[in-house]
């Protein structure tokens, strides 16, 4: 009740906040039929019913993938050397929020067999400088962590400009909705693995900014058109995973992405969209880049999920580039998996908002209901006692 009662409290003063900035407008898009998704009215793309269609789909098949504890444990490197090393600097508001949790020894599970404390900790170049982390996503889902990260946001851009390939800003644009959505979504922790969700931080954040939600679906669509092209990678790559139960169940599910009959993005009228091969270079220069520019972060959540977006999008330009060096590694093959899941989930909960603001102006209106008639029963009462009143003064 008390958690209702503070929702109820957040979307008054969320209506408010928006009054005051001039966008309430956004707050009645929920009535509308399509409610806060953004319209992508772009030629030889799907639209966004499709696109949010894809979504489900995938959302549903990860679903079975995520817990699995190959896909959902493994090592990374949470500390790459910073590109901009003057500029690494502690910005972090809870660093609490910011430190990947449950990366324990004991965990039950780890990438592929890999368990030995010298291989889990360092790469295979044996540089104790890249000590690998142990990570448990489960406990470090995408969330809010306060991180100010402004300035490495604005290196990351003026970067993009140097590639000159205006498709990117779009693609990184649409990693930055994705932080946003998630934000919103685990915005705040009540207990354990539990969190409460921000309706003000999606607003503001992302609602009221038309071209962030398109460029998500772009960001988005490219993503699903690389599953209809990596299934043979991802397939060679699995031949090398062990006959374990849960591997051998791992190999099937994966095997159900990768069917481009699923999808809408996989549809021949919307595989006009690729990427030039002669671009391929800098971009894969631009993925290093950045991969560099998060070691100027000091938020291993951040460095953690950015890596994973980063991954998966830099697979997904090598496979619609036509790259002929798509080699899988332990890593892409984890963060990809884990990435097409925060994607997808990303899409979808751009529904869930439009559902709780609907559920606000039901209630909001039936208060209005209820307040009206209870003014008017008190209007009405008043009224008598005056006109009995009236009528027993004539009387005497």
Partial sequence: MRLIITHILSFYLTVLELIRDGNIIYLFKPLQKNGFRPELRLNSFPTTDELFQDALILQEKMERIITMNSVRIFALDLSPVCIFEKNKRNSCGDIGKCQVMGNESDLSSTLFGID???????????????????????????ANTQYKGEEIWRKIYY???????????????GIQSNIAIHASERHRKIRGDYYDYSLSNFMNKFAIFEERGVNLLVTFYYIVRSICILGPSFEKFMENLDNSAENIKLKEEVRKIFDKNLYYSCKPKYQNNVIPPQSLPKLERFFKTFISALGCVECEKCILHGTIKCNTLDLAVKALG???????????FVTYLNGLYIFSTSITTIDLFTF???????????????FFFCFKYKIASYLNQKKNFATKKKEQ
């Avoid at 970067?159 to 644009?173: A, Q, T, W």
């Avoid at 036509?322 to 892409?332: E, F, H, M, T, V």
């Fill in 159 to 173: 970067e993009i400009e140097k590639v000159n390939f205006p498709l990117l800003k779009k693609l990184i644009s």
């Fill in 322 to 332: 036509g790259s002929k060096n798509i080699s899988l590694d332990p890593i892409y």
């Fill in 356 to 370: 709780r603001v609907r559920i606000f102006w039901v209630f909001s209106l039936f208060i209005t209901v209820i």
């Fill in 116 to 142: 030995k404390a010298g291989e889990i900790n360092f790469i295979d170049n044996g540089n104790c400088n890249e000590k690998k982390t142990k990570v448990d996503m489960l406990k470090n889902p995408p």
